[in-house]
Nanobody
Framework: QVQLVESGGGLVQAGASLKLSCAASGRTTGTYAMAWFREVPGKEREFVAYISWTGQSTYYADSVKGRFTISREYAKNLVDLRMNSLKPEDTAIYYC?????????????????WGQGTQVTVSS
């Protein structure tokens, strides 16, 4: 398994941009598909974005499509989530997650590695 650490969360106003980063460590980080999820207390964890282990396939939740972009830097073992035009409803704890050899997005897939989360708060 890989170890994941998120960073970049904070408090911003509606309409602003924010970039989250997920630092991965471990021998096989380059073979992991990565995803971002978010969670609001009292609600189910929600899928946000996905990138395959090759980086060639991405997938987004409808709620963030066109505003968020997921990308990865293999040399730095980083997976970023660029968030533009933020809305108050984007407020949540954001988690990155990884699973081995993920190709195309599969909503039923289980992720074996999770980060500790980073808080994003968007004020109106």
């Amino acid at each position: 398994q890989v170890q994941l650490v998120e960073s970049g969360g904070g408090l911003v106003q509606a309409g602003a941009s924010l970039k989250l980063s997920c630092a991965a460590s471990g021998r096989t980080t380059g073979t992991y598909a990565m995803a971002w999820f978010r969670e609001v207390p009292g609600k189910e964890r929600e899928f946000v974005a996905y990138i395959s282990w090759t980086g060639q396939s991405t997938y987004y939740a409808d709620s963030v499509k066109g505003r968020f972009t997921i990308s990865r830097e293999y040399a730095k073992n980083l997976v970023d989530l660029r968030m533009n035009s933020l809305k108050p409803e984007d407020t949540a704890i954001y988690y990155c997650a990884g699973r081995l050899w993920g190709s195309d997005y599969d909503p039923r897939a289980d992720y074996t590695s999770w980060g500790q989360g980073t808080q994003v708060t968007v004020s109106s």
